[in-house]
Protein backbone atom coordinates (compact mmCIF):
# COMPACT_ATOMS: atom_id res chain seq x y z
CA UNK A 1 0.00 0.00 0.00
CA UNK A 2 1.01 3.42 -1.36
CA UNK A 3 1.93 5.72 1.67
CA UNK A 4 -0.75 8.52 0.36
CA UNK A 5 -3.07 5.85 0.59
CA UNK A 6 -1.96 4.71 3.87
CA UNK A 7 -1.79 8.29 5.12
CA UNK A 8 -6.02 8.77 3.94
CA UNK A 9 -6.77 5.58 5.25
CA UNK A 10 -5.42 6.78 8.48
CA UNK A 11 -7.05 10.28 8.65
CA UNK A 12 -10.21 9.00 7.37
CA UNK A 13 -10.50 6.23 10.38
CA UNK A 14 -9.24 8.99 12.77
CA UNK A 15 -11.68 11.42 11.38
CA UNK A 16 -14.94 8.49 11.92
CA UNK A 17 -13.48 7.70 15.76
CA UNK A 18 -13.13 11.75 16.31
CA UNK A 19 -17.07 12.21 15.07
CA UNK A 20 -18.06 8.89 17.05
CA UNK A 21 -16.50 10.33 20.12
CA UNK A 22 -18.63 13.31 19.83
CA UNK A 23 -21.93 11.36 19.65
CA UNK A 24 -21.29 9.58 22.20
CA UNK A 25 -20.52 12.38 24.61
CA UNK A 26 -23.40 14.60 23.08
CA UNK A 27 -25.46 12.09 24.46
CA UNK A 28 -27.40 12.70 27.79
CA UNK A 29 -26.66 9.34 30.02
CA UNK A 30 -29.82 9.23 32.70
CA UNK A 31 -29.01 7.92 35.78
CA UNK A 32 -30.43 4.29 36.93
CA UNK A 33 -33.15 5.13 38.98
CA UNK A 34 -33.35 3.60 42.41
CA UNK A 35 -36.08 1.04 42.69
CA UNK A 36 -37.59 0.64 46.38
CA UNK A 37 -38.82 -2.28 47.60
CA UNK A 38 -38.18 -3.69 50.95
CA UNK A 39 -35.20 -4.52 53.36
CA UNK A 40 -35.15 -8.21 54.98
CA UNK A 41 -33.14 -9.90 58.03
CA UNK A 42 -33.22 -13.03 58.89
CA UNK A 43 -32.40 -15.58 61.38
CA UNK A 44 -32.36 -19.40 61.17
CA UNK A 45 -36.63 -20.16 60.17
CA UNK A 46 -37.55 -16.36 60.38
CA UNK A 47 -37.19 -13.65 57.98
CA UNK A 48 -38.47 -10.25 58.53
CA UNK A 49 -39.04 -7.41 55.90
CA UNK A 50 -40.35 -3.84 56.00
CA UNK A 51 -41.37 -2.21 52.95
CA UNK A 52 -39.05 0.65 51.79
CA UNK A 53 -42.54 2.80 50.46
CA UNK A 54 -44.88 2.51 53.34
CA UNK A 55 -43.81 1.76 56.59
CA UNK A 56 -45.51 -1.85 57.57
CA UNK A 57 -43.52 -5.24 58.06
CA UNK A 58 -44.03 -8.73 58.35
CA UNK A 59 -42.66 -12.09 59.04
CA UNK A 60 -41.90 -15.34 57.14
CA UNK A 61 -40.85 -18.90 56.93
CA UNK A 62 -39.59 -21.35 54.37
CA UNK A 63 -41.78 -24.40 53.75
CA UNK A 64 -41.41 -27.40 55.88
CA UNK A 65 -42.89 -29.48 53.35
CA UNK A 66 -41.77 -30.14 49.86
CA UNK A 67 -38.79 -28.12 47.89
CA UNK A 68 -40.32 -24.87 46.56
CA UNK A 69 -37.15 -22.29 45.56
CA UNK A 70 -38.80 -19.23 45.05
CA UNK A 71 -41.87 -19.52 47.15
CA UNK A 72 -41.84 -18.29 50.66
CA UNK A 73 -44.40 -18.72 53.60
CA UNK A 74 -45.66 -15.30 54.67
CA UNK A 75 -47.29 -15.52 58.08
CA UNK A 76 -47.89 -12.38 59.66
CA UNK A 77 -48.96 -8.42 58.31
CA UNK A 78 -47.55 -5.96 60.97
CA UNK A 79 -48.91 -2.32 60.37
CA UNK A 80 -48.81 0.33 62.68
CA UNK A 81 -51.80 3.05 62.89
CA UNK A 82 -50.99 6.66 64.64
CA UNK A 83 -53.95 9.30 66.50
CA UNK A 84 -52.55 12.50 65.81
CA UNK A 85 -55.12 15.65 66.71
CA UNK A 86 -58.02 12.96 67.19
CA UNK A 87 -57.65 11.57 63.51
CA UNK A 88 -56.26 8.25 62.62
CA UNK A 89 -53.32 8.53 60.00
CA UNK A 90 -52.35 5.27 58.77
CA UNK A 91 -48.90 4.14 57.17
CA UNK A 92 -49.29 5.11 53.33
CA UNK A 93 -50.19 8.94 54.59
CA UNK A 94 -46.23 9.02 56.16
CA UNK A 95 -43.42 10.97 55.26
CA UNK A 96 -39.80 11.31 54.06
CA UNK A 97 -39.34 7.13 54.86
CA UNK A 98 -35.86 5.41 55.02
CA UNK A 99 -35.56 1.89 55.80
CA UNK A 100 -32.21 0.32 56.40
CA UNK A 101 -30.83 -3.09 57.13
CA UNK A 102 -28.74 -3.02 60.43
CA UNK A 103 -27.41 -5.71 61.95
CA UNK A 104 -30.06 -8.31 63.44
CA UNK A 105 -32.84 -6.54 61.66
CA UNK A 106 -34.57 -3.70 60.09
CA UNK A 107 -35.22 0.04 60.92
CA UNK A 108 -37.67 2.23 59.33
CA UNK A 109 -37.45 5.80 60.18
CA UNK A 110 -40.76 8.25 58.85
CA UNK A 111 -42.36 11.47 60.10
CA UNK A 112 -46.28 12.72 60.03
CA UNK A 113 -46.06 16.54 60.13
CA UNK A 114 -43.48 17.07 63.17
CA UNK A 115 -43.75 13.55 64.54
CA UNK A 116 -40.59 11.44 64.55
CA UNK A 117 -41.30 7.67 64.31
CA UNK A 118 -38.71 4.59 64.55
CA UNK A 119 -40.10 1.11 63.64
CA UNK A 120 -37.85 -1.86 64.50
CA UNK A 121 -38.28 -5.44 63.47
CA UNK A 122 -35.50 -7.94 64.39
CA UNK A 123 -35.75 -11.80 64.25
CA UNK A 124 -34.42 -13.71 67.47
CA UNK A 125 -32.19 -16.08 68.04
CA UNK A 126 -35.44 -18.89 68.14
CA UNK A 127 -35.69 -22.12 66.77
CA UNK A 128 -32.18 -23.49 65.97
CA UNK A 129 -31.66 -27.17 66.16
CA UNK A 130 -35.32 -27.73 68.32
CA UNK A 131 -37.33 -30.85 67.26
CA UNK A 132 -40.49 -28.39 66.02
CA UNK A 133 -40.20 -25.58 63.48
CA UNK A 134 -40.25 -22.58 65.85
CA UNK A 135 -39.54 -18.89 65.43
CA UNK A 136 -39.96 -15.73 66.59
CA UNK A 137 -39.49 -12.00 66.06
CA UNK A 138 -39.47 -8.52 68.23
CA UNK A 139 -41.28 -5.86 66.96
CA UNK A 140 -40.43 -2.08 68.30
CA UNK A 141 -41.87 1.12 67.51
CA UNK A 142 -41.54 4.70 69.51
CA UNK A 143 -42.78 8.32 68.48
CA UNK A 144 -40.95 11.74 69.27
CA UNK A 145 -43.14 13.38 71.01
CA UNK A 146 -45.47 10.24 72.63
CA UNK A 147 -48.64 9.70 70.34
CA UNK A 148 -51.09 6.99 70.48
CA UNK A 149 -50.12 4.21 68.30
CA UNK A 150 -51.93 0.88 67.44
CA UNK A 151 -50.40 -2.44 66.33
CA UNK A 152 -52.42 -4.31 63.75
CA UNK A 153 -51.46 -7.64 63.18
CA UNK A 154 -53.16 -9.99 60.23
CA UNK A 155 -52.96 -13.03 58.50
CA UNK A 156 -50.29 -13.45 55.08
CA UNK A 157 -49.80 -15.72 52.32
CA UNK A 158 -47.44 -17.83 50.02
CA UNK A 159 -44.85 -15.25 48.22
CA UNK A 160 -43.28 -15.57 45.56
CA UNK A 161 -39.06 -14.54 45.16
CA UNK A 162 -39.58 -14.58 41.60
CA UNK A 163 -41.13 -11.21 39.40
CA UNK A 164 -44.12 -11.79 37.49
CA UNK A 165 -45.96 -14.09 40.39
CA UNK A 166 -46.68 -12.63 43.62
CA UNK A 167 -43.76 -10.11 42.97
CA UNK A 168 -41.62 -10.08 46.28
CA UNK A 169 -39.60 -8.11 46.42
CA UNK A 170 -40.11 -6.19 43.73
CA UNK A 171 -43.85 -5.32 44.16
CA UNK A 172 -45.35 -5.97 48.03
CA UNK A 173 -48.79 -5.12 46.88
CA UNK A 174 -50.11 -7.10 50.17
CA UNK A 175 -47.67 -5.70 52.26
CA UNK A 176 -48.61 -2.10 50.69
CA UNK A 177 -52.52 -2.31 51.46
CA UNK A 178 -53.68 0.11 54.46
CA UNK A 179 -55.30 -2.75 55.83
CA UNK A 180 -54.65 -6.42 57.67
CA UNK A 181 -56.60 -9.54 56.94
CA UNK A 182 -57.76 -11.29 59.44
CA UNK A 183 -55.58 -14.12 61.35
CA UNK A 184 -56.46 -17.80 59.81
CA UNK A 185 -54.62 -21.18 61.34
CA UNK A 186 -52.00 -19.08 63.12
CA UNK A 187 -51.92 -19.54 66.77
CA UNK A 188 -49.91 -16.40 67.93
CA UNK A 189 -48.24 -15.73 71.00
CA UNK A 190 -47.92 -11.93 71.86
CA UNK A 191 -45.95 -10.95 74.82
CA UNK A 192 -46.04 -6.68 75.23
CA UNK A 193 -42.32 -6.79 76.31
CA UNK A 194 -42.47 -2.68 77.60
CA UNK A 195 -44.91 -0.40 76.55
CA UNK A 196 -45.72 2.95 77.23
CA UNK A 197 -46.87 6.23 75.71
CA UNK A 198 -43.16 6.46 73.70
CA UNK A 199 -42.39 3.44 73.15
CA UNK A 200 -43.62 -0.20 72.49
CA UNK A 201 -41.85 -3.35 72.30
CA UNK A 202 -43.77 -6.95 71.20
CA UNK A 203 -42.61 -10.37 71.28
CA UNK A 204 -44.20 -12.66 68.46
CA UNK A 205 -43.25 -16.40 68.60
CA UNK A 206 -44.80 -18.44 65.63
CA UNK A 207 -43.27 -21.51 67.20
CA UNK A 208 -47.14 -22.68 67.50
CA UNK A 209 -47.94 -21.28 63.66
CA UNK A 210 -49.62 -23.51 61.52
CA UNK A 211 -46.90 -24.23 58.59
CA UNK A 212 -47.01 -25.80 55.15
Not at 96 to 121: H, M, Q, Y
Request: proline fraction near 5%; charged fraction near 20%; hydrophobic fraction near 40%.
Amino acid sequence: MAKKDLFTWFTVLLVLLSTQSIVWSSQKTEPAKRVYTDRMAGYDKTVVLTDETIPNSCIMTYFQHGIRYTDINYLVKIMPSFEIDGKVVMPSQVQDISVNDVPGGVVARFKIKNILIETKIRPLMVGRETDSWQGAALYEIKTNPNIPVTIHIGSGKILSLLPGRNLLPLNNADVRKDSVTPLISLHLSMRTLYNSKAAKKTFLSLSKARIS
